[in-house]
């Protein structure tokens, strides 16, 4: 709808209203204004002819509700200056035109909520600046110290009296530590006076020291006060994860060159639907081997590949792989053996799938059991691993409703996160193997359907694949002699979920 169009609507609206009604509505031949006075002003409701006039009269009554929370004095002052904390309740009420399913009490608190991210911005800045002016500080006593350093030197040069010996020339230098002579910077010592006159290393210029009296490299450090720190704190105990500005340090050294000239990589994504009440819906193993190869004469080369007995599995190989070679020997190698492989880049050389409904194949499954009790939902997770594989950094989100509080954890295997911003609670375990193929969580929050707390999703990733594929050797097209090369395997999860 155009501007044009809304101011139209809006000024017809006073020769179309009545008076003496406290919740009434107007119809023209395409909208329908509905309305209600609020002292000497209008709350206006623009809708089309269409639209449920019950639901127009509840969404009008819950708005009339929040005006005067945020406007004490109902003129046309006081909306203008809560102009904007109008528009934010009013925005959670009404989405897209429709009708959010929310209280006054709901609105209040959403329009409440403060931005972590903006007062983590905020204190970061402030922290900047704080920084800053202590570095200015630093650099004007730096200033005025090497100002009086330099009258010093230029006035201390000359000549020292010293009893019964004379006098000698010196020069100003600066003393260390140990020094007990005054601002001459020289060392007065007893053992310095002989018949045969002084000891010149006793005046000879101290070296100036690295560490004491060269400047410090000094470089905007961005420190936190204790206030900040307390307030990064408190986010991370409500689950959120603060990536904090790197202290200045050494530069990192470089990334490890690949020293091996070939790697070959299986990976294999994992997809799986699983029934919040039992049962497997779906499971789909999608696999690829991927061949990386740095220098192009490294690039005249085959693949040898040891394969089980894959049944179950539908085998795809590049369009520029012998497919005869691959059938009759396991061989991966191209059409035109006098043809490079390309370098630098990966290339997919083989690809597999497979999809079942078979549930033993499942390598984690995960059972949710909410309840609830005197006002409280009590949410049982646990999980079983398959012994067919080790897991590692496994992540299972459990979706939570809207709360005020973090939940209880009665009981854990592993660690738990509570996301507030997103309202998930995050069970992590490191590593699943013989030693905890079972593991179980309980937790504790306000009454809640038992569908709040679902789908849940899992990630993890493993060492062993579902296809059992391995890498022989690689040889070389002419000779036929073994090439050294690298070998990665890796199951990863692309969509994990209890629906």
């Known amino acids: 709808m155009s501007r044009i169009r809304i101011e139209g609507l809006l000024a017809a609206f006073p020769k179309l209203v009545g008076s003496g009604k406290q919740h009434t509505y107007v119809e023209t031949e395409n909208v329908r204004y509905v309305y209600q006075p609020m002292e000497s002003l209008f709350l206006l409701l623009v809708t089309n002819k269409q639209s449920n006039i019950l639901e127009d009269l509840e969404t009008l009554r819950l708005i009339s509700k929040l005006v005067p929370e945020y406007v004490p004095a109902l003129d046309e002052e006081g909306i203008c200056k809560m102009a904007f904390e109008l528009i934010f309740a009013f925005d959670e009420v009404i989405s897209l035109g429709h009708k959010e399913n929310v209280t006054l009490g709901q609105v209040k608190q959403y329009v409440e909520m403060e931005s972590h991210e903006e007062r983590l911005h905020k204190l970061v800045i402030e922290s900047k600046i704080n920084d800053t002016k202590d570095l200015m500080k630093r650099k004007a006593s730096e200033i005025d110290k090497n100002r009086i350093e330099k009258q010093r030197s230029d006035k201390g040069g000359?000549?020292?009296?010293?009893?019964?010996?004379?006098?000698?020339?010196?020069?100003?230098?600066?003393?260390?530590?140990?020094?007990?002579?005054?601002?001459?910077?020289?060392?007065?010592?007893?053992?310095?006076?002989?018949?045969?006159?002084?000891?010149?290393?006793?005046?000879?210029?101290?070296?100036?020291?690295?560490?004491?009296?060269?400047?410090?490299?000094?470089?905007?450090?961005?420190?936190?006060?204790?206030?900040?720190?307390?307030?990064?704190?408190?986010?991370?105990?409500?689950?959120?994860?603060?990536?904090?500005?790197?202290?200045p340090g050494p530069l990192r050294s470089a990334a490890p060159v690949i020293t091996d000239p070939i790697m070959v990589g299986i990976e294999e994504k994992l997809s799986v639907t699983l029934k919040k009440d039992g049962g497997l819906e779906n499971l789909v193993v999608q696999g690829t081997m991927s061949l990386v190869v740095q220098n192009e004469e490294d690039a005249y080369i085959r693949v040898q590949?040891?394969?089980?007995?894959?049944?179950?599995?539908?085998?795809?190989?590049?369009?520029?792989?012998?497919?005869?070679?691959?059938?009759?020997?396991?061989?991966?190698?191209?059409?035109?053996?006098?043809?490079?492989?390309?370098?630098?880049?990966?290339?997919?050389?083989?690809?597999?799938?497979?999809?079942?409904?078979?549930?033993?194949?499942?390598?984690?499954?995960?059972?949710?059991?909410?309840?609830?009790?005197?006002?409280?939902?009590?949410?049982?997770?646990?999980?079983?691993?398959?012994?067919?594989?080790?897991?590692?950094?496994?992540?299972?989100?459990?979706?939570?409703?809207?709360?005020?509080?973090?939940?209880?954890?009665?009981?854990?295997?592993?660690?738990?996160?509570?996301?507030?911003?997103?309202?998930?609670?995050?069970?992590s375990i490191v590593l699943i193997d013989n030693t905890n193929r079972n593991g179980s969580m309980e937790f504790v929050v306000p009454a809640a359907d038992p569908s709040a707390f679902f789908p849940i999703n899992i990630n993890f990733t493993s060492n062993k694949t579902f296809c059992d594929l391995k890498v022989g050797t690689v040889l070389q097209v002419q000779g036929g002699n073994p090439?050294?090369?690298?070998?990665?395997?890796?199951?990863?999860?692309?969509?994990?979920?209890?629906?």
């Open 305 to 427: 590949v040891e394969s089980g007995a894959n049944k179950v599995f539908n085998f795809n190989t590049h369009p520029n792989i012998d497919k005869n070679l691959y059938a009759e020997k396991n061989i991966l190698g191209l059409k035109d053996p006098n043809r490079p492989f390309s370098t630098g880049t990966s290339l997919a050389i083989l690809r597999w799938r497979m999809q079942s409904k078979q549930e033993s194949l499942v390598p984690l499954s995960i059972n949710c059991w909410p309840s609830v009790s005197g006002g409280e939902s009590y949410v049982n997770i646990e999980y079983e691993a398959s012994q067919a594989f080790e897991l590692q950094n496994i992540i299972i989100q459990i979706p939570l409703p809207a709360l005020r509080d973090p939940p209880t954890v009665n009981q854990v295997d592993g660690e738990w996160r509570y996301d507030s911003r997103r309202s998930i609670m995050e069970w």
């Open 158 to 247: 000359g000549f020292l009296s010293v009893p019964s010996t004379g006098f000698m020339r010196f020069e100003n230098g600066f003393s260390d530590s140990n020094s007990s002579g005054g601002s001459g910077g020289f060392k007065n010592n007893s053992t310095n006076f002989g018949s045969g006159g002084l000891d010149s290393d006793a005046f000879k210029p101290k070296a100036r020291s690295a560490t004491s009296g060269a400047p410090k490299a000094s470089g905007m450090q961005l420190g936190k006060s204790t206030k900040t720190n307390q307030f990064l704190e408190s986010l991370k105990a409500e689950g959120e994860v603060i990536v904090e500005a790197a202290a």
């Open 483 to 499: 090439v050294r090369f690298a070998k990665r395997t890796q199951l990863v999860v692309d969509s994990y979920q209890v629906v």
